[in-house]
Nanobody
Framework: QVQLVESGGGLVQPGGSLRLSCTASGRTFSDYAMGWFRQAPSKAREFVAAISWSGVHTYYTDSVKGRFTISRDNAKNTVYLQMNSLKPEDTAVYYC????????????????????WGQGTQVTVAS
């Protein structure tokens, strides 16, 4: 079992930056792939970014590529999502997720199952 807690959300103007954090309680945290998802009002949850257990491989949805960066610090049991050049359409509740299933391709990270989810943190981008 692993528990996830997100933090770092808030209100920011377009073009601004935020860094989200997700801290996990699992003692085998380094064995888990980690993903970030978001859900805007009245919209379905969508994939944002993911990182392999080793941190070597990262994946992004096209709408955030070049603006967002996912990273992890296994010693701190923490995954980060650095968000730069934020746009109003980035407004959503952001959730982190973890899973230990084998993953190799983008589709495995973006569409595959995740067993563990955090409670979410609100990100609002507005003038």
């Amino acid at each position: 079992q692993v528990q996830l807690v997100e933090s770092g959300g808030g209100l920011v103007q377009p073009g601004g930056s935020l860094r989200l954090s997700c801290t996990a309680s699992g003692r085998t945290f380094s064995d888990y792939a980690m993903g970030w998802f978001r859900q805007a009002p009245s919209k379905a949850r969508e994939f944002v970014a993911a990182i392999s257990w080793s941190g070597v491989h990262t994946y992004y949805t096209d709408s955030v590529k070049g603006r967002f960066t996912i990273s992890r610090d296994n010693a701190k049991n923490t995954v980060y999502l650095q968000m730069n050049s934020l746009k109003p359409e980035d407004t959503a509740v952001y959730y982190c997720a973890a899973d230990d299933r084998s993953r190799q391709y983008f589709s495995d990270y973006a569409l595959g199952e995740y067993d563990y989810w955090g409670q979410g943190t609100q990100v609002t981008v507005a003038s």
